[in-house]
């Protein structure tokens, strides 16, 4: 008996009991009854963290595949890409490798992805499963520690960079206290780009200044030179200088002498989290930090890192006339600044009230963050905002404009003040034969094989992506030559002459020919081009025009090439919406894209349809969730990473 109390007494000790008092036999009993169960409690949660933290990583790597997938029905130069990596993702899981070191080696082709999905839809509509948070772009980039975050002493609140001297001394002696200036000009906030900031980091900037200025009309970026690379000013002062040569994502608080943003490459250079660093710039706080946070999240103080406690306080200048949005690209993701245990962050802000909103997402501005930037900076609500003309119209008054979640529609404005909803020309090999623009800070070039954008030389204005110019006199007895590389201007209208047209873009020249139809001097101003209400209706299939022309209701426009000439003639666009994704549903005719399967059913005396992913074959088995059609039947295999699916013909 006195051996096992000696032997009882040293385990208590090593499981860290202060003191121990041993009085009777029944007490010895219940301290080892009361050891063995805090053993059992403490494998028990480094196990359960361990699930908990192999769980993170399947979701983040199931929103990634998701995103991927949604991609595919997408322009052909995103589906190539997508399926490439979604086909390594399913090699590694059947073979049992690490499926993270896949996405490193596809690192910059997974990134590229996410930006074009990012910019192609509006996150206040977006499936919950296709959200992508800090902490999943962190698993992402390979990274352990919360990227949006210096060790400067200069950084307030994580990221939010306050240089100015009397400005540091008011934050030390009243706490977080600290009001930012607004810019003075919205219509034209000056930004440039250091030396070396890194390509990736400077296209994520471009990206998210384009998304900004799309859904808050009266904000306009406008790009310059650097001035000094020492002092980070810019030509125009104030300005934001962009920069990649600290670690981190931060961006100095308002307008400061200097603005700086810094975008760490491969931990800064998405367009999410781009958007929230210019957040910073325009004047915003962390929207948790909001002085009524107590009503929506509670702060888990106890499971916070050591000395990142003071990420959490509140900011009493924050706007709070905005309601709370826990989807806003503001917020902190739910598990910042946590400790880690077992490899997992400890979750730190919990919801207090009933949402489906994700908290943390870096996919651009919710419309709450529209809302607050448009009421920060006195302009309407975004609501109130007209949606801009298309291709071949002109808004001049305010105007926003809204993704379909097919491919990316961007703002482009004109020299004379158009402004139009397009769709953005591709960038890189791969060209657009649709009317299409850029955005700021990228040229349109037209090639044979069609349009494309590439990126505007430093210091140099982004020049108009469509003018609406009148032609060139020319000299020439000979027909005019097709339009040049390095100009996209909409053709005009043949002039009726007495002979027929030859086919051609332009009018041919009247001067020194000896017909008495073309009495028009050299000199005389040109012939300007009608305006796009003025414009005559295009003709319907198989009947074509050569002049410029529109097409009115549900008629599309279409261009044919034809020896160097453009045809023109309508279309009826028979476009139904897109069926919502599993397990919401859509009241109506819809439609699904390429791998998914419509799935309907009658209820209420309507029929409500959804889009379900279409398992592959046996050798693409998926393991994302899906669905069969007609005589094949859903199979499934186990894996290291978790059941795979794919569909097998009804024997």
Same mark, same amino acid.
């Given at each position: 008996?006195? @051996? ?50 192999? /769980? ?32 390594? &993702? ?53 990274? *352990? ?25 008011? &934050?030390?002696?009243? /706490? ?54 020492? *002092? ?21 608080? /308002? ?14 250079? *998405? ?75 400890? @979750? ?41 003309? /298309? ?28 402004? @139009?909803?397009? @769709? ?37 204005? *982004?020049p108009a992506p469509r003018m609406t110019a009148p032609p060139a006199p020319i000299s020439s007895p000979t027909p005019a030559s097709p339009v040049p590389v390095k100009k996209t201007l909409i053709p005009t209208p043949a002039p009726k002459l007495s002979t027929p047209a030859p086919p051609m873009t332009a009018p041919p020249a009247p001067i020194s020919s000896p017909t008495p139809a073309s009495p028009v001097p050299v000199k005389k101003t040109p012939i300007p081009t009608p305006a796009p209400d003025s414009l005559p209706r295009c003709p319907k299939y198989p009947n074509v025009t050569r002049g410029n022309c529109k097409c009115h209701g549900h008629n599309r426009k279409i261009t044919l090439w034809l020896q160097g000439a453009s045809l023109y003639y309508c279309k009826v666009a028979i476009q139904r919406p897109q069926c919502a994704y599993y397990p919401s549903t859509t009241r109506g005719d819809c439609q699904c894209g390429r791998l998914y399967l419509k799935i309907s059913s009658w209820s209420g005396g309507a029929r409500h349809s959804s889009c379900r992913l279409q398992c ?36």
């Open positions: 008996m006195v @051996r096992c109390t000696i032997m009882l007494l040293l385990l208590a000790s090593s499981a860290g009991a202060e003191k121990v008092e041993i009085t009777s036999k029944g007490t010895v009993m219940r301290m080892h009854s009361h050891w063995q169960q805090g053993k059992r409690n403490i494998a028990s949660q480094a196990v359960g963290s361990r699930q908990n933290h192999d /769980g993170q990583k399947q979701q983040c790597l199931d929103t990634l595949t998701a995103i991927l997938m949604k991609l595919e029905t997408l322009d052909s130069h995103h589906a190539e890409d997508a399926k490439h990596v979604i086909k390594n &993702i399913d090699a590694a899981a059947v073979q049992d490798q690490d499926v993270w070191k896949i996405l490193q080696r596809d690192h910059a082709v997974v990134l590229r992805e996410i930006e074009t999905f990012s910019s192609s839809i509006e996150v206040d509509t977006l499936d919950p499963k296709l959200i992508l948070t800090a902490d999943c772009l962190d698993l992402i980039n390979g990274r *352990t520690q919360f990227a949006e975050f210096s060790n400067s002493s200069t950084i307030i609140g994580g990221d939010m960079e306050v240089i100015r001297g009397r400005d540091q001394a008011l &934050i030390q002696k009243n /706490g977080q206290e600290y009001f930012p200036r607004l810019w003075p000009n919205p219509g034209r906030i000056p930004y440039c780009f250091s030396s070396s900031l890194a390509q990736s980091s400077q296209k994520a900037f471009k990206d998210a200044v384009a998304h900004i200025q799309t859904l808050v009309p009266c904000l306009r970026f406008v790009e310059v030179a650097v001035a000094d690379e020492q *002092t980070r000013y810019c030509t125009d002062k104030p300005g934001i200088f962009v920069k990649s040569d600290q670690q981190g994502c931060f961006a100095s608080i /308002g307008v400061q002498y200097p603005t700086s943003n810094n975008l760490q490459a491969n931990a800064c250079d *998405t367009m999410g989290i781009a958007v929230h660093e210019i957040g910073h710039n325009l004047g915003m706080w962390h929207e948790q930090a909001r002085r009524d946070n107590y009503k929506y999240i509670k702060i888990l103080w106890d499971n916070i890192e050591n000395g990142r406690q003071n990420q959490f306080k509140i900011q009493i200048t924050g706007d709070v006339k905005v309601p709370y949005d826990f989807m806003s690209v503001m917020h902190y993701s739910g598990t910042a600044f946590g400790k880690r245990v077992n490899g997992e962050r400890l @979750r730190t802000i919990k919801k207090i009230v009933p949402s489906k909103r994700t908290m943390g997402q870096r996919m651009g501005l919710s419309y709450a963050d529209a809302l607050q930037l448009a009421q920060m900076y006195k302009c309407s609500k975004p609501a109130d905002f007209a949606v801009c003309e /298309g291709s071949d119209g002109c808004t001049k008054g305010p105007c926003t404009c809204h993704q379909t979640g097919n491919s990316k529609t961007i703002k482009t404005i004109s020299s004379d003040g158009c402004q @139009r909803c397009e @769709r953005e020309c591709p960038k890189g090999r791969w060209r657009a034969r649709y009317p299409c623009g850029c955005a700021d800070g990228y040229i349109k070039v037209k090639s044979a094989s069609g349009h494309y954008c590439k990126p505007a030389p430093p210091g140099r204005p *982004t592959p074959s046996y050798q693409n088995r998926t393991r994302s969730d899906c669905q069969c059609s007609g005589r094949f039947h859903k199979r499934s295999v186990w894996s290291r990473h978790g059941s795979l699916f794919y569909c097998k013909a009804a024997s």
